[in-house]
């Protein structure tokens, strides 16, 4: 944990108090510029598919390690053409300042290119399509959205003060303000209304951690990504039928948005949280996902710490 003192400099105190001020300003801005992104993405992957109509999209949570098999897709030499997106329903479309973080049903809200495109021109692609998905750990999950999205939602108004901010203030803002079982919401309200099945009713070996399925001209592919990076790089191409897909390699392109040590000072808050990582890990994509005792194995993980017992300011609702 940082030696930081106890109050965060003059500068940063006011940066995040017009924080309030720039806010729908800047989001405006942004959100204009995002539609127009959307619509050139739009015209490009109309383009696309003309010439090669199979498609491949990864429809992955925000911050589930999808960059990797994305990058590997990519780089193929295959007659297919690769798009990617986190969210495809309208329901998780973020609006901007003004819009609830939270879904009706727990999910996160999102904003990312590619996510508003997707959903009609999914409707109206009639080739082969097949996706792409990764499940990871929900805990790891809710601790790199919350800090790596920190700076656009959950943190924008500390964004500049909260290298400085105490560790019960950080933690109370999680625990209170993230919507804890969203990585479980997520397959049940984006992928299965997205690609047309429910993933939680369908096989998967928690041993070997992946799932193929097949329905009419759509395909899937499920991974935990702890499977080893060789073992979904043979995957991809067995997928795919694709022997190009190269080999898969640990990307985070995105690591240095985020101060490291905000992940670091909520590890030790959540340790001293059994509760909550017990309700956690029983939400039902986990369960789904993980045996008993691979679950047993990330409690035991998330909890063997020496990080002295904190009262939650709150109880933490989960759902999923």
Known sequence: MSNAPERA???ARIRDLAETINTPIRFVHEGLHH???ERRALKRLQTATVTKPKLVVVLSAPKTA???VLLAVEEANGDFTVSRAHHAQPEARWRGAGTRLVTAHGGLRHRAHGDIMMLPFLRSFRGEQRFIS????PIAFNVSNFTYFGRWYWLRHHWRTVRWMPAEQLAELFFRTFPHGASSVWWQREFAQTVGYDPLKQPFD???GWAMARSGRTRSLIMRIDVPDDRKTTL?????ECPSVPDVRRENLNSVKAPSELGERL?????ARPDYVDQVLDLPAVRHFWSEAQRARMRATWLRTDAPARPAPQPVSVQG
């Open 206 to 208: 928690t041993e070997a």
């Open 9 to 11: 400099p003059l500068l």
């Open 66 to 68: 999808s960059t990797s």
């Open 35 to 37: 539609a127009r992104a």
């Open 236 to 240: 991809l191409r067995e997928f795919l």
């Open 267 to 271: 590890k030790l808050a959540i340790a």
């Open 134 to 137: 990764m499940a990871r750990d």
